[in-house]
C-alpha cells in the first residue's frame, strides 16, 4: 500500500501559510537536499487547486527556460498530478487530472493502487487537513523555520482533535532549521497527576 506523505515548510508557532519573507532566507543546500529526498518517496503529487495554479504558472515555465532548476521542473511535469477541487479545471501542464468523487476515496483508492509507490503532498493545507482528519496521512515532513511567523494558516488548527505523532528523525541544520519526520500514532495510555507524581522534576 502506498504511503501518504506532506511535505511543509513551517515557522516555529506553527504557521505552514509560507510567506517568501521568512522562508527564503532560510533556504539553502541542506533544505534543497531534504526536498530532493521528499520528491524522491513518490510517484503521485496530490495536491490543492491553490497549490496546482502555483505550480503550473512557475514550473513549466522555469522547465522551457533551461536554468539551473530545469531539470526538477522537468521532474514535476513528468510525474503524476492529482488535484483536488471541487471547480472545473482546465489543465495546461501535462500529466495533470482532477480527483473524481470525495477526496478521502480517492486517496484511498490510491493507496491501493500497486502501482503507484507514494503519494506526495507538497502544501496544501486544506488538503492536508482533511486527510489528517480522516487518518490518512502516513508521514509529516516538516521543515520547521527558527521564525515565528505571527500570522497565516497553521497546519493544526484550533478545534481540531488532539493528534499524537511519533518522530521518525530529526535533523538540524546550520540556518537553524529543524527537520523533522512523524508518523501519526494511536494515543499512549490515559495518565493523570498519580501517575506520574514521582517523578520529581529534575530528576
Same mark, same amino acid.
Given at each position: ?17 509560507? @510567506?517568501? *519573507? ?15 529526498? @521528499?520528491?524522491?518517496? *513518490? ?9 496546482? @495554479?502555483? #505550480? ?8 522551457? =527556460?533551461? =536554468? ?130 514521582? #517523578?520529581?522534576?529534575?530528576?
Amino acid at each position: 500500500m502506498a504511503n501518504v506523505i506532506s511535505t511543509l515548510f513551517i515557522s516555529a508557532d506553527g504557521v505552514a501559510e509560507i @510567506d517568501p *519573507s521568512w522562508h527564503f532566507p532560510y533556504f539553502d543546500e541542506n533544505m534543497g537536499r531534504a526536498v530532493t529526498e @521528499d520528491y524522491a518517496t *513518490s510517484d503521485v503529487l496530490l495536491i490543492g487547486r491553490k497549490t496546482y @495554479d502555483s #505550480f503550473a504558472g512557475a514550473w513549466p515555465e522555469r522547465e522551457a =527556460g533551461g =536554468g539551473e532548476d530545469a531539470p526538477f521542473a522537468k521532474q514535476l511535469g513528468d510525474i503524476r498530478k492529482v488535484v483536488a477541487s471541487r471547480q472545473d479545471l482546465t489543465f495546461t501542464w501535462r500529466n495533470s487530472e482532477v480527483i473524481d468523487g470525495e477526496l478521502t476515496d480517492a486517496v484511498r483508492a490510491l493507496k491501493a493502487d500497486e502501482s503507484i509507490k507514494g503519494i506526495l503532498i507538497p502544501g496544501s493545507l486544506d488538503v492536508v487537513h482533511q486527510l489528517l482528519a480522516a487518518g490518512l496521512i502516513d508521514e509529516l515532513r516538516l521543515l520547521i523555520h527558527p521564525v515565528a511567523a505571527g500570522k497565516g494558516e497553521k497546519l493544526f488548527v484550533d478545534g481540531a482533535p488532539v493528534q499524537h505523532l511519533k518522530m521518525l528523525s530529526t535533523e538540524a541544520f546550520p540556518t537553524g532549521v529543524i527537520r523533522v519526520i512523524y508518523a501519526p500514532v494511536e494515543p499512549p495510555a490515559p495518565a493523570g497527576y498519580e501517575d506520574v507524581k514521582d #517523578f520529581p522534576e529534575g530528576q
